[in-house]
């Protein structure tokens, strides 16, 4: 077998040290590269050598779960774990290195909970857990929230990235409920300071995405006043210095524009021209997430609608940010960066596609120039065949499996930007498991949202709610296959959550279900459960690591 070393060396990665680390005793100081939203750069992906032979691979015989009670592993381990103080997680988590430190940013639904480190009840707000011990996790803060709506979204920059940012500093993006959008000084991770509100008044809040190399930032936002025709869409900023926060514009899909007049709209696809809307439903589906592909790319992914009537769109980001400049696009309107016409949300578009009607676009986020392993032996030119792709997750929202059916991640071909098309999915049904049975939800939520190489483009990790985090490998994007799972037991903190199952509409069960498998850069993946069944840090095993660490007998 190859040196460990000499292997991570080949990656050219620190990161791949850190999954090794624990396993072959070695380590590393280095710290990651500047990917996004850390900086522009876009890892490049190879096939190890000997997975040419990714293709076509036979699935794996996946060991069925054990009972509802019982925890299910498989192809991974647990390393650590905290029990969040039993505070309910939500959409997003973040693993920021602060300086060799590793907190965990873990966002909550909302309600009260009793703070043992205080000795009081407050409003869940962002939970700061300090990771750099992966096997001992300690609970630092709750930073509570004003309101018990929870702060279900959130983003970390560092000073020394941000333009205008303080050096050895930390900032945390994140919103009160429904209310506002917030900045956090998080230097101090025991003790968060409030350092300005974006705005406030919000009826609704959602997802956020900041560039920390140029501190452009993208929140969902929406207020009784601003005249959008939808129930949440797209304020973009200038948060170079989190200080002074500066509002650059307002987005959203042609036909919620306060502009549009919904009355007589028609779909784009039967009525063209400049009051039509795009999608299935009119006004359109209000924005869900985002993901913004940097400067290097030069490109704004956005996803419209959680579960149903959905819509992927991809978005030129300098057009989007500048499109409102009279000098950058003559026929920008006066009132471009509040009250847009459709001419000015169509400037900066660059495609969309109108997902199933069932379907949402609670993720859409991209993985550029994946390999594709069957066409390496063909290529005549000395370039191997690779593909832009994208995920799409469409969330699971009714409990029980009622009434829709469960949701599988969608993977799209977008390397034609103009057609994007969707090529496989990555499934798991609800047998062996009885997942429609075990209450809470089943079907997809989210994945990782920062880039790590050398998963990036190999493994695909999916929360499926009560179905915990599944591990897919990608590498023949035509035929993913599942490689890994954990499911977590409940615990004294798990929430009883109740739906409607085979007639029955007092459906009740404490059911863990997980809302997110986040990850460091060391490899280590994050298990956060929406039932306060607290935080699991897991680390992959067996044909889940192979993925990434396959190699053959002529590695030197």
Same mark, same amino acid.
């Given at each position: 077998?190859?040196?460990? =070393?000499?292997?991570?060396?080949?990656?050219?990665?620190?990161?791949?040290?850190?999954? &090794?680390?624990?396993?072959?005793?070695?380590?590393?100081?280095?710290?990651?590269?500047?990917?996004?939203?850390?900086?522009?750069?876009?890892?490049?992906?190879?096939?190890?050598?000997?997975?040419?032979?990714?293709?076509?691979?036979?699935?794996?015989?996946?060991? $069925?779960?054990?009972?509802?009670?019982?925890?299910?592993?498989?192809?991974?381990?647990?390393?650590?774990?905290?029990?969040?103080?039993?505070?309910?997680?939500?959409?997003?988590?973040?693993?920021?290195?602060?300086?060799?430190?590793?907190?965990?940013?873990?966002?909550?639904?909302?309600?009260?909970?009793?703070?043992? *480190?205080?000795?009081?009840?407050?409003?869940?707000?962002?939970?700061?857990?300090?990771?750099?011990?992966?096997?001992?996790?300690?609970? &630092?803060?709750?930073?509570?929230?004003?309101?018990?709506?929870?702060?279900?979204?959130?983003?970390?920059?560092?000073?020394?990235?941000?333009?205008?940012?303080?050096?050895?500093?930390?900032?945390? &993006?994140?919103?009160?409920?429904?209310?506002?959008?917030?900045?956090?000084?998080?230097?101090?991770?025991?003790?968060?300071?409030?350092?300005?509100?974006?705005?406030?008044?919000?009826?609704?809040?959602?997802? @956020?995405?900041?560039?920390? #190399?140029?501190?452009?930032?993208?929140?969902?936002?929406?207020?009784?006043?601003?005249?959008?025709?939808?129930?949440?869409?797209?304020?973009?900023?200038?948060?170079?210095?989190?200080?002074?926060?500066? &509002?650059?514009?307002?987005?959203?899909?042609?036909?919620?524009?306060?502009?549009?007049?919904?009355?007589?709209?028609?779909?784009?696809?039967?009525?063209?021209?400049?009051?039509?809307?795009?999608?299935?439903?009119?006004?359109?589906?209000?924005?869900?997430? *985002?993901?913004? @592909?940097?400067?290097?790319?030069?490109?704004?992914?956005?996803?419209?609608?959680?579960?149903?009537?959905?819509?992927?769109?991809?978005?030129?980001?300098?057009? +989007?940010?500048?499109?409102?400049?009279?000098?950058?696009? $003559?026929?920008?309107?006066?009132?471009?960066?509040?009250?847009?016409?459709?001419? #000015?949300?169509?400037?900066?578009?660059?495609?969309?596609?109108? +997902?199933?009607?069932?379907?949402?676009?609670?993720?859409?986020?991209?993985?550029?120039?994946?390999?594709?392993?069957?066409?390496?032996?063909?290529?005549?030119?000395?370039?191997?065949?690779?593909?832009? +792709?994208?995920?799409?997750?469409?969330?699971?929202?009714?409990?029980?499996?009622?009434?829709?059916?469960?949701?599988?991640?969608?993977?799209?071909?977008?390397?034609?930007?103009?057609?994007?098309?969707?090529?496989?999915?990555?499934?798991?049904?609800?047998?062996?498991?009885?997942?429609?049975?075990?209450?809470? =939800?089943?079907?997809?939520?989210? *994945?990782?949202?920062?880039?790590?190489?050398?998963?990036?483009?190999?493994?695909?990790?999916? @929360?499926?709610?009560?179905?915990?985090?599944?591990?897919?490998?990608?590498?023949?994007?035509?035929?993913?296959?599942?490689?890994?799972?954990?499911?977590?037991?409940?615990?004294?903190?798990?929430?009883?959550?109740?739906?409607?199952?085979?007639?029955?509409?007092?459906?009740?069960?404490?059911?863990?279900?997980?809302?997110?498998?986040?990850?460091?850069?060391?490899?280590?993946?994050?298990?956060?459960?929406?039932?306060?069944?607290?935080?699991?840090? +897991?680390?992959?095993?067996?044909?889940?690591?192979?993925?990434?660490? @396959?190699?053959?007998?002529?590695?030197?």
């Amino acid at each position: 077998m190859s040196d460990p =070393r000499r292997m991570a060396r080949r990656f050219g990665l620190p990161f791949l040290v850190g999954i &090794l680390g624990p396993v072959f005793g070695i380590s590393s100081t280095a710290s990651a590269q500047a990917y996004p939203p850390d900086g522009p750069d876009i890892p490049t992906i190879s096939l190890n050598i000997g997975q040419e032979g990714a293709a076509g691979l036979p699935p794996l015989e996946v060991p $069925p779960p054990n009972g509802f009670n019982q925890e299910s592993i498989w192809n991974m381990k647990v390393l650590g774990f905290n029990d969040n103080q039993g505070r309910p997680s939500s959409d997003d988590g973040w693993i920021e290195n602060q300086n060799g430190r590793y907190i965990v940013y873990m966002t909550s639904t909302g309600g009260s909970m009793f703070n043992p *480190m205080t000795g009081q009840t407050d409003n869940s707000g962002t939970s700061l857990i300090d990771a750099t011990d992966p096997r001992h996790p300690v609970y &630092l803060a709750n930073v509570a929230t004003q309101t018990t709506g929870g702060a279900s979204h959130v983003a970390v920059c560092g000073g020394n990235t941000l333009p205008g940012g303080q050096k050895n500093h930390w900032y945390m &993006l994140r919103h009160d409920g429904s209310i506002n959008w917030e900045i956090w000084d998080t230097t101090n991770p025991r003790k968060p300071t409030k350092l300005v509100e974006l705005i406030n008044n919000g009826t609704a809040t959602h997802h @956020a995405w900041w560039e920390c #190399d140029t501190g452009i930032a993208y929140t969902v936002f929406q207020s009784a006043t601003d005249g959008w025709h939808t129930n949440q869409h797209v304020y973009i900023w200038d948060l170079s210095n989190p200080a002074s926060p500066m &509002l650059i514009r307002q987005w959203g899909l042609p036909g919620q524009q306060p502009t549009a007049n919904v009355a007589t709209a028609q779909s784009c696809y039967n009525a063209p021209g400049p009051n039509c809307y795009e999608g299935v439903t009119n006004p359109p589906t209000g924005t869900h997430d *985002m993901y913004s @592909a940097g400067v290097m790319k030069n490109r704004v992914y956005f996803g419209y609608g959680s579960s149903s009537s959905g819509i992927d769109q991809i978005v030129d980001r300098n057009k +989007l940010i500048y499109g409102c400049d009279p000098s950058f696009n $003559p026929a920008a309107s006066a009132n471009c960066a509040t009250s847009p016409t459709q001419a #000015d949300l169509l400037y900066p578009q660059i495609s969309y596609i109108t +997902l199933n009607p069932l379907d949402g676009g609670h993720t859409f986020i991209p993985i550029f120039g994946v390999p594709i392993p069957q066409e390496q032996q063909n290529f005549l030119t000395g370039a191997p065949v690779s593909l832009d +792709l994208a995920i799409n997750l469409s969330e699971q929202t009714a409990n029980d499996c009622a009434p829709q059916k469960w949701k599988n991640p969608s993977v799209i071909d977008i390397s034609n930007e103009l057609a994007p098309w969707p090529i496989s999915t990555a499934t798991i049904g609800q047998f062996p498991g009885d997942f429609c049975a075990k209450g809470a =939800r089943f079907g997809t939520h989210e *994945m990782p949202r920062r880039i790590f190489a050398p998963y990036y483009g190999k493994l695909l990790i999916v @929360a499926f709610f009560n179905a915990g985090v599944q591990v897919f490998d990608i590498r023949d994007p035509y035929n993913p296959r599942r490689v890994g799972y954990f499911i977590q037991a409940p615990n004294k903190n798990t929430q009883q959550t109740c739906g409607t199952f085979q007639g029955n509409t007092n459906y009740c069960r404490r059911a863990t279900f997980s809302d997110l498998g986040e990850l460091d850069d060391r490899g280590y993946i994050y298990n956060m459960d929406r039932a306060g069944s607290g935080l699991t840090i +897991l680390q992959l095993t067996g044909a889940a690591l192979e993925v990434v660490t @396959a190699h053959g007998e002529n590695d030197n």
